[in-house]
């Protein structure tokens, strides 16, 4: 195929658009990377085996807020019933066992009420003490635990209950 000059330079003209779109994405996208993926460091061991203590963990606190929680996830919240040093966020991280509307534990979960466990259940602080957990006190989604090097982990997506055995 054969073009004349001012096709050609129409589709100059339409790469080099392309190119400086794309390098604005790119830009704009890595600079919003901070204000929705933010590091955390686990304390303490009552997600054993699964987080250990000194864990350096990234966070998604985007789909937090579009996505609910749902069983068997990772979630990583502000625990009202501890205490904040200055303006540092004191979170925790736990594992969501029941879901509004549910009993767990001989507890009844309200409509914006979810009930977390620590995965070492012998030792851990969790809804057992403290109760419920609502999306007010939602921090986001572990999505990478980058520290240690030795134990760099991709945590998985919890499927739609829908879509578990094949429905």
């Given at each position: 195929m054969?073009?004349?000059s001012n096709e050609k330079s129409m589709v100059a003209v339409d790469s080099g658009f392309m190119r400086l779109t794309a390098s604005?994405?790119?830009?704009?996208?890595?600079?919003?990377?901070?204000?929705?993926?933010?590091?955390f460091g686990v304390k303490g061991n009552s997600m054993e085996p699964t987080l250990k203590q000194g864990d350096a963990i990234i966070?998604?606190?985007l789909s937090i807020k579009f996505i609910p929680p749902?069983?068997?996830?990772l979630l990583v919240f502000r625990n009202?019933?501890?205490y904040k040093d200055g303006d540092a966020i004191q979170v925790?991280?736990?594992?969501?066992?029941?879901?509004p509307g549910e009993t767990v534990e001989g507890m009844y979960l309200g409509p914006l009420d979810y009930f977390v466990m620590g995965d070492n259940r012998a030792v851990s602080t969790d809804s057992r003490q403290f109760g419920a957990?609502?999306?007010?006190?939602?921090?986001g989604r572990p999505?990478?635990?980058?520290?240690?090097?030795?134990r760099f982990t991709i945590f998985p997506i919890v499927p739609e209950p829908a879509l578990v055995g094949g429905v």
């Open positions: 054969i073009l004349s604005i994405i790119g830009i704009l996208f890595l600079l919003s990377l901070p204000l929705w993926l933010r590091p966070v998604d606190t749902r069983r068997g996830e009202p019933h501890k925790d991280v736990k594992r969501v066992i029941g879901l957990v609502q999306p007010e006190n939602f921090v999505i990478l635990r980058i520290s240690p090097l030795s």
